[in-house]
């Protein structure tokens, strides 16, 4: 009975807004913790920072046993990938920072702590997993969008070396002209610069642009603007089931529809029966 009631408290703890809000607010303190940590600092403003961290890493431990007792089944905690990864983070966190060169990685995980603002607020959830289950999609596309760029810089590399040869020497220097090209920077400048020799090389430019920065980034925002809706409707399906608040379908409206039919069928009868 103990356990049960500490588990409760614990449940209402971690649902709780304002114990929500509280973790997001130490997130972001340990952010400018660690920012202010690259910067010379006074030896009593040392010490402030070095308590300050302590209670960080106190919390993050507390705040995790928190939602690990929450649970109500134990063994599906470490199945969820957030709670492996806030785990993981914490219990690294632990490691005490010295003067060894092994404190680098506990400095880097304290770094990487920033991060958990991505398991705490659902939105930048959705946006990590839908950013995930896109890659599969735009792995084509950057395939196809490769290509291009290889017949582009080989075109490049073979018309142009000789205009310039620190951008277009070879198809590899021409890969990366063509990817400054492509961010448009300074790209007018080597568009020029070819054109004093071959007047009508502003349509291999042009052309280029077109592709790469108009029609193959559009396709890459819209694969993942369209992951994002599916993870978010996804998301809201959860939400309701969870509450209990599922949406009536056409079937379940029909069937409503049939009984007030007839309820009021029924009443009718009722009053003709009452005055005869």
């Known amino acids: 009975m103990q356990a049960s009631s500490l588990q409760q408290k614990f449940i209402q703890i971690r649902s709780n807004k304002a114990f929500e809000l509280f973790v997001i607010g130490v997130i972001l303190l340990s952010a400018v913790l660690v920012g202010a940590k690259t910067f010379e600092q006074p030896p009593s403003v040392m010490m402030a920072l070095k308590a300050m961290d302590l209670f960080i890493t106190l919390f993050f431990l507390t705040e995790i046993t928190i939602r690990f007792v929450a649970e109500e089944k134990k063994s599906q905690f470490f199945k969820n990938f957030w709670n492996v990864f806030d785990t993981l983070i914490v219990l690294v966190s632990i490691i005490p920072i010295d003067n060894s ?7 880097l995980v304290r770094v990487f ?5 991505i398991s705490i607020i659902p939105e930048l959830r959705i946006l990590l997993v839908s950013l995930v ?3 599969p999609q735009l792995g084509y596309v950057m395939l196809l969008m490769f290509i291009i760029f290889y017949i582009y810089a080989a075109v490049g590399a073979t018309f142009f070396s000789q205009i310039n040869p620190v951008l277009w020497g070879d198809i590899a220097l021409a890969l990366l002209t063509l990817f400054r090209v492509m961010t448009f920077e300074d790209w007018t400048d080597v568009m020029y610069e070819t054109m004093e020799v071959y007047p009508l090389s502003w349509i291999f430019y042009l052309t ?3 592709l790469s920065a108009f029609a193959f980034l559009n396709m890459v925002i819209g694969i993942v603007v369209n992951v994002m ?3 978010h409707e996804k998301a809201r399906a959860e939400k309701l089931s969870q509450e209990g608040n599922e949406e009536p379908t056409l079937k379940d409206i029909t069937l409503q529809l049939q009984q007030i039919q007839s309820q009021l069928a029924s009443l009718q009868q009722d009053k003709k029966s009452d005055r005869a």
Do not use: D
């Open 101 to 107: 060169e092994s404190a680098v990685i506990a400095r």
């Open 113 to 117: 702590r920033v991060l958990r603002m």
């Open 133 to 135: 289950k896109a890659l």
């Open 208 to 210: 280029f642009i077109f």
């Open 229 to 231: 809706e599916q993870e």
